[in-house]
């Protein structure tokens, strides 16, 4: 079989990797982890990001399945909903987003049009769950710890898309004060990740290079097994749990978590317009 594509596409704004996923040969591709840019000094949202995305298919003559998410992400809002509008397909992500809703939806003191059910999702994946994405084959793995609704997407003969729980090597992990976060959970995560083959490709999510590097989407499992500065082989699960907990004390509020949260638990949806034909954000006070 040929090899597999993902077209990884970084905003470096927020640091994200975005990609297109796709079989040589074959039509139906999947999205993961899509970008709306955003900007919070002006409240200002744009498709620049997504729309470099939606060219590509475009370009390849691609038909779009699947827009996935790794998870609810606190960092920038999802271009999902968006997506979807332009080139349809379905969104994904893990079943236990009904937990992340439930939480958000009362910090944000959400209304009834905010389910917590799911929706608006189109498709809610378990542990275990396999699909397709044309002729690739894609296992999802739970991999909770950053938060509770984390997945990551193993696509046969292609590597793993790990969402937010381990980074490069020389940046280390994701954090775990989120609601719902668990350090404990985070080391074991990982560490099933850690268990595929050495040569087993693991596709980032994020990557904040040091200034000695650029930016990269990819490593192996034997490259973090070496040298990942928090997980690499020989550090105990104590041993991670007390530096991720004692880092994470010392870390900011992520600047895009209020915008990005209650958009990215509706699937990318912007809040309905009011009366007034405008979307409007809630910003909850003294809540983080």
């Keep these: 079989m040929t090899t597999p594509i993902a077209e990884a596409f970084f905003d470096s704004q927020t640091s ?41 298919i475009k370009d390849n003559q691609l038909e779009l399945q699947w827009i996935i998410e790794t998870h609810a992400h606190a960092d920038h809002l999802s271009a999902g909903a968006w997506i979807k509008s332009q080139l349809g397909g379905k969104i994904a992500i893990g079943a236990p987003i009904t937990q992340v809703q439930s939480t958000f939806k009362t910090i944000y003191h959400l209304g009834d049009e905010v389910k917590t059910n799911g929706e608006p999702f189109d498709q809610l994946f378990s542990a275990g769950d396999q699909f397709t994405i044309g002729d690739l084959t894609v296992d999802v793995l739970h991999v909770p710890g950053h938060t509770p609704a984390d997945m990551a ?15 490069l090597p020389d940046v280390g992990s994701a954090r775990c004060d989120f609601p719902g976060g668990n350090a404990e959970q985070l080391y074991d995560s990982v560490h099933k990740l850690l268990s595929f083959p050495d040569d087993t490709v693991l596709f980032m999510c994020h990557d904040y290079p040091p200034a000695t590097r650029e930016a990269q989407y990819s490593c192996t499992v034997a490259d973090q097994k070496q040298s990942n500065i928090h997980l690499r082989s020989g550090i105990t699960k104590a041993e991670f749990v007390k530096m991720r907990t004692e ?27 009011e009366d007034d034909g405008h979307h409007y954000l809630k910003i909850p006070l003294n809540r983080f």
């Design 16 to 56: 994200t990797y975005s990609y297109v996923v796709h079989a040589p040969g074959n039509a139906q591709c999947a999205i993961i982890d899509p970008v709306l840019d955003y900007d919070p000094y002006s409240a200002t949202t744009s498709t620049r990001s997504a729309q470099q995305l939606v060219q590509y």
């Design 247 to 273: 880092r994470d004390a010392t870390l900011s509020v992520p600047k895009l978590i209020l915008p990005s949260l209650q958009v990215n638990i509706q699937a990318g949806q912007l809040p309905k317009a």
């Design 153 to 167: 997407y193993h696509v046969h003969d292609l590597g793993i898309f790990v969402g937010d729980t381990i980074f």
